[in-house]
C-alpha cells in the first residue's frame, strides 16, 4: 500500500532525526501538496494502522495539511492557482511549470511538554 510506505518513510525521517526521543513526540504535521497523489484519509488510516502497531507511538497525533497547485505564468511573470488541474493563467497563457503542489514533507513536529 502506498500510504503505508510513506507513513513509515515518515517514522524512518523522524527517528533518523530524533532518535530515541521519537516517542516524545505528540504531533506532526505533514503537507502534501494536490499532485503528490496522497490522500489525505488514506495516510491517516496507514498512520492510524501504523500507530497501533507500534506501542511507543500510540498516543501520537497527525495532522495533515493539503497545499493547492500554483503554477508560475511566464508572460505575467506570477504565480496563479490551478483549479480543477487546469493550467492556465487568468491572462489565457497555458503553463505547466508547477511552482506548488507535488511536495510532501514533514511540515511540523510538536513534543509532549517535559513534566
Ligand atoms: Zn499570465
Do not use: W
Not at 495533515?64 to 493563467?89: G, K, L, T, W
Amino acid at each position: 500500500m502506498h500510504e503505508l510506505s510513506i507513513v513509515k518513510d515518515i517514522f524512518d525521517t523522524l527517528e533518523g532525526h530524533y532518535g530515541a526521543r521519537v516517542e516524545d513526540v505528540q504531533q506532526i504535521q505533514v503537507t502534501a501538496g494536490l499532485l503528490s497523489n496522497v490522500q489525505p484519509v488514506l495516510i491517516q488510516n496507514a498512520f492510524d494502522a501504523f500507530i497501533a502497531e507500534n506501542r511507543g507511538y500510540a498516543e501520537m497525533e497527525l495532522e495533515v495539511v493539503v497545499n493547492d497547485i500554483v503554477a508560475y505564468c511566464d508572460v505575467c511573470q506570477q504565480n496563479f492557482p490551478v483549479h480543477y488541474h487546469r493550467f492556465v493563467c487568468p491572462c489565457g497563457r497555458s503553463s505547466s511549470t508547477i511552482v506548488q503542489g507535488n511536495e510532501l514533507y514533514i511540515s511540523k513536529v510538536i513534543f509532549k511538554q517535559e513534566k
